[in-house]
């Protein structure tokens, strides 16, 4: 027990340094929010992320919060999460290859009251980190001088949320979660030349999130047969203004003589604008049979859309402007299709009770680049649950998985990611009495 407790407060104060890093190094996480997060645990990302169908009485499923209604009595349930990813870039004939390696998710869940789960974590929502930098002659310049574009950016918001499932009816459950939603992001593009004389012209975008975020989710399970049920599962995520306070710095900088010249926006007097996150509307559907083999398919919709970007945009030979504008965001779709087997989950055998896994995803862009869509996004997963056991505990499951994801489009960068995906669960009887011999 000391050693799942200090593994647990370990990762518990790793938390907050790893969250200061980026989970990220594609240069995509530099258009919109960045980067889109799974909203996955463990045990769903070895199935792609799906969930939405899913209730477990193991595991904590934060994808819809109306799971919460399944877990166990008399447990405390504690899972946390860590990935590492190799990513190798290719435009036309250059590759590029980068790693890292990142805090994922810390959760926690429990039976508050017959028919009631809770539950509570810190997960990320969005994810910034890049660097990179392209040079080229200047068009027609006789002395053939050179100018340099540098492109970096990092940071992200995250999101501490709460959450509630409730069974009011045989077979329907319902939840929410409320998330308070924080985080900051730098993206920095830098234009300098070769030559001296001419001023390194930067730009900076700044943002700094603090706002909140309510998910509603629903399940509804009808029992086929004596061994078969049929799961749907609902959630809606509430768009709204998330404030950020965008703003952007214009930096010439001489270097013959040191000196800077600031230009700041929104300008003095001016109102300070506000980042939006969409409407989300999500549906799934889960396949159970005798508890042993389980198949899912998800959809998710993100409404971006309507979700209006900031945006500096130059008008005549002087007017400038910064201010929200709607055309950078396109409506985001994706489907997920996975299973799980697991021949038994109580079985005297090890092999008998570990989790097998496997998923599928493709996703459209949520952003435009330059007037083209960005990005597609196809992913394929398996994954492990591997049973921990003990003469102190036999609940606890180690998660496992690993992931293939390619974002590309025509024209732009392709990335092809490899990750290893590890979540630790550590289930607990708690709050039964212990027999003292």
Same mark, same amino acid.
């Given at each position: ?10 990762m ?17 996480? #530099?258009?919109?929010?960045g ?6 645990? =463990?045990?769903?990302? @070895?199935? *792609? !992320?799906?969930? &939405? ?10 994808s819809?919060?109306?799971s ?6 008399l447990?405390?349930?504690?899972d946390?999460?860590v ?5 190798s870039?290719?435009?036309g ?20 009251f ?5 539950s509570?974590g ?7 980190g ?7 002659t200047i068009s027609?310049?006789v002395d053939?001088r ?7 950016g990092n940071g992200g918001?995250h #999101? ?10 045989? =077979?329907l459950?319902? @939840?929410? *979660? !409320?998330?308070? &939603?924080?985080?900051?992001y ?7 030349y070769?030559?001296?004389y001419?001023n ?5 975008y700044?943002a700094?999130?603090?706002s909140?975020?309510?998910d ?5 399970t ?5 061994k ?11 768009g709204h203004?998330i404030g950020?306070?965008?703003t ?9 003589s ?5 230009t700041r926006?929104?300008?003095?007097g001016?109102?300070n ?15 159970d049979?005798?508890?042993?083999f389980?198949?899912g ?9 309507g ?5 500096y945009?130059t008008s005549?030979?002087s007017?400038t402007d910064?201010?929200?504008?709607k ?6 779709h ?8 697991c021949?038994?989950?109580?079985g ?5 009770r ?13 952003y ?17 649950g ?7 505990n036999?609940?606890s ?8 994801v390619?974002?590309?489009?025509k ?5 092809n990611?490899?990750?290893?995906n590890?979540g630790?669960?550590?289930?607990e009887r ?6 003292v011999?």
């Amino acid at each position: 027990m000391k050693r799942y407790l200090s593994a647990v407060v370990a990762m518990a104060m790793s938390c907050g340094v790893a969250y200061a890093q980026s989970g990220t190094n594609s240069p995509y996480s #530099q258009y919109g929010l960045g980067i889109l997060s799974d909203q996955a645990a =463990g045990f769903n990302r @070895g199935m *792609n !992320g799906l969930g &939405l169908g899913f209730h477990e009485h193991n595991q904590v499923n934060f994808s819809n919060p109306a799971s919460y209604a399944a877990l166990d009595s008399l447990t405390f349930i504690f899972d946390a999460g860590v990935s590492g990813q190799i990513t190798s870039f290719k435009e036309g004939g250059n590759r590029k290859n980068a790693q890292n390696a990142d805090f994922e998710y810390v959760v926690a869940g429990f039976r508050a009251f017959k028919h009631l789960g809770v539950s509570f974590g810190l997960i990320p929502f969005t994810n910034i980190g890049y660097s990179y930098a392209s040079t080229q002659t200047i068009s027609g310049d006789v002395d053939k001088r050179k100018s340099t574009n540098t492109y970096s950016g990092n940071g992200g918001i995250h #999101q501490v949320y709460v959450g509630l499932g409730w069974q009011p009816l045989n =077979g329907l459950s319902v @939840g929410v *979660n !409320g998330s308070y &939603l924080y985080g900051d992001y730098t993206k920095t593009v830098t234009n300098s030349y070769s030559d001296s004389y001419v001023n390194t012209l930067t730009k900076q975008y700044t943002a700094d999130v603090r706002s909140y975020k309510v998910d509603l989710g629903l399940q509804y399970t009808a029992r086929l047969t004596k061994k078969d049920q049929l799961t749907l599962g609902l959630t809606y995520g509430l768009g709204h203004k998330i404030g950020g306070k965008p703003t952007m710095e214009i930096i010439s900088n001489n270097s013959q003589s040191g000196v800077a010249d600031t230009t700041r926006f929104p300008q003095e007097g001016q109102a300070n604008l506000d980042l939006e996150i969409p409407t989300t509307l999500g549906a799934g559907l889960m396949f159970d049979h005798d508890h042993a083999f389980k198949v899912g398919l998800d959809y998710n919709l993100q409404k971006w859309g309507g979700v209006k970007a900031p945006s500096y945009e130059t008008s005549g030979s002087s007017t400038t402007d910064f201010f929200m504008k709607k055309g950078f965001y396109k409506d985001r779709h994706k489907f997920t299709l996975g299973a799980e087997i697991c021949p038994q989950e109580y079985g005297m055998r090890f092999w008998q009770r570990v989790h097998y896994r496997a998923g599928l995803s493709y996703a459209t862009p949520y952003y435009i680049i330059n007037g083209n869509d960005g990005p597609k996004e196809i992913s394929a997963s398996v994954g492990f649950g591997f049973p921990i056991a003990n003469k102190w505990n036999n609940r606890s499951l180690l998660n496992i998985s690993c992931q293939w994801v390619q974002q590309s489009a025509k024209n732009f960068i392709t990335e092809n990611t490899f990750r290893i995906n590890i979540g630790l669960t550590f289930n607990e009887r708690w709050f039964a009495k212990w027999k003292v011999e």
